[in-house]
Each structure stands twice: as C-alpha cells, then as structure tokens.
C-alpha cells in the first residue's frame, strides 16, 4: 500500500541531494506514516486509519476539544 496520510494527502517527496561541489543525485523524502485507531461516533465503530504524525497531533487536539475526526 502506498505511503500516503488519509487525512492530509501527505506522500513522498522528491529533490536532490547537494554535495559540496553541488552534484545533484536524487532522493526521496518519506512521510511519518502511524496506523491509528480512531473511533467513528457515526457508526460506533473504531476504524484503523494510515495517519501522518503531524495529523495525530491535530487529532490529539480536536479530542480534546470534543469535536469528530
């Protein structure tokens, strides 16, 4: 399965990497990509998600705060 954030859209990134002499060669930068349980109040049910960590603090927050996913 790809390596995608369900929520944001967050995927791999791609660029160069630059070398003192400035020589370019590709790399990828990956997504921190968490599986969470999330609770669903509209069907009562905990759903497993595929979330990026920045997400989960956005997440963490609007629990907190009393509203839905």
């Known amino acids: 399965m790809a390596r995608i954030c369900a929520k944001t859209g967050k995927k791999t990134a791609f660029g160069n990497t630059r070398s ?8 990828a930068w990956k ?10 109040p509209v069907t009562g049910a905990f759903k497993t998600m595929k979330v990026s960590a ?8 609007r629990m907190q705060q009393g509203k839905a996913a």
């Not at 003192?20 to 790399?27: E, M, V």
């Not at 920045?54 to 927050?61: D, E, G, M, P």
């Open 20 to 27: 003192h002499s400035l020589r370019a060669t590709r790399r």
């Open 54 to 61: 920045s997400y989960l603090r956005t997440l963490s927050k």
């Open 31 to 40: 997504a921190n990509i968490q599986k969470k349980r999330v609770y669903d």
